[in-house]
């Protein structure tokens, strides 16, 4: 179950931070210093309570991943069985019932959040790599005063072959170029529209521009036609679906506070190798290392 007491870390964040956790408690114990002293082992309960702080924090990012991803399908099912008895429902273009415009510049122009203060930046990437179509805080920001920065509540869609990547941002953010900004002329009708996106994605990708479909521009996705009913009907879905929502993105985030967390607990894992137990010694003395 838990490692062998003789194996700990190296006592150094950065270290720490460039393997799995999991390998965390295996570094080889017997790393040496300048000074050629062997690192001690910690005692066996204390790297007991770090592998169990650490699988309940796991546990519950992975719960909370599960349950934001059933919230979503739950949304898209509802979307997918109100269009399916719509064939009275207009289509309407969407540049009729939205404002697009495209993202300027590159992650080269950005800094690392770490680094430096400033508005979120969202690269085509970075909406690839969501499991969810919620944008939280950015790896990567731009300057306060960034031209075109998008409000929060602004749908930002990428392209790719294998389809459309679509997510609503939390916070005021500045995309970048393959990243196109969209927002319904009503906020109203912002989660119908997220929907309709979704279950369009082959069509989106169908109109983005060059081989490997890796742009649409914001002329070619306002000529595109999607299911649109009247505003009764979409104010009933926004009611229906912004608590599922809600509760998603609320999950959403406690997953990136408890990844923090988890960071945290690796961190302090790491600096208190220096100052543990030796399992040599007699019980309750401290050795520094």
């Not at 570094?27 to 699988?55: L, Y």
């Not at 319904?184 to 309709?196: A, Q, T």
């Not at 306002?222 to 229906?240: E, K, M, N, V, Y």
Request: charged residues 25%; hydrophobic residues 40%; positive net charge.
């Amino acid at each position: 179950m838990y490692e062998s007491p003789r194996c700990w870390t190296l006592a150094s964040s950065s270290a720490v931070l460039s393997v799995p956790w999991r390998r965390l408690f295996c570094w080889s114990a017997t790393v040496r210093r300048p000074n050629s002293c062997r690192a001690r082992s910690p005692a066996a309960d204390t790297i007991a309570k770090f592998h169990r702080a650490i699988s309940l924090i796991e546990e519950k990012i992975a719960l909370n991943g599960a349950t934001a991803l059933t919230t979503l399908e739950l949304a898209d099912a509802m979307h997918a069985e109100w269009t399916s008895r719509s064939a009275a429902w207009d289509k309407r273009s969407l540049g009729e019932v939205t404002r697009a415009k495209s993202g300027k510049g590159s992650a080269k122009s950005l800094a690392l959040r770490s680094e430096a203060p400033g508005i979120d930046g969202v690269t085509p990437t970075d909406l690839f790599e969501l499991s969810l179509p919620y944008v939280e805080k950015s790896r990567l920001c731009g300057p306060a005063d960034a031209p075109g920065v998008c409000p929060l509540g602004t749908l930002l869609l990428a392209t790719r072959p294998a389809g459309a990547h679509i997510a609503v941002t939390h916070r005021p953010t500045s995309p970048t170029r393959g990243v196109l900004a969209v927002r319904p002329r009503d906020v109203m009708d912002s989660w119908w529209l997220l929907h309709e996106l979704r279950s369009r994605s082959n069509t989106i990708v169908g109109a983005a521009q060059g081989q490997n479909a890796r742009e649409i521009s914001a002329a070619a996705f306002s000529r595109l036609s999607i299911t649109w009913p009247d505003a009764g009907i979409r104010t009933r879905f926004h009611a229906l679906t912004d608590p599922l929502h809600a509760m998603a993105m609320k999950l959403v985030s406690e997953i990136r506070t408890l990844s923090e967390l988890k960071d945290a607990v690796l961190r302090d894992s790491s600096a208190k190798a220096d100052l543990l137990p030796d399992s040599h010694s007699e019980p309750g003395s401290i050795h520094r290392r």
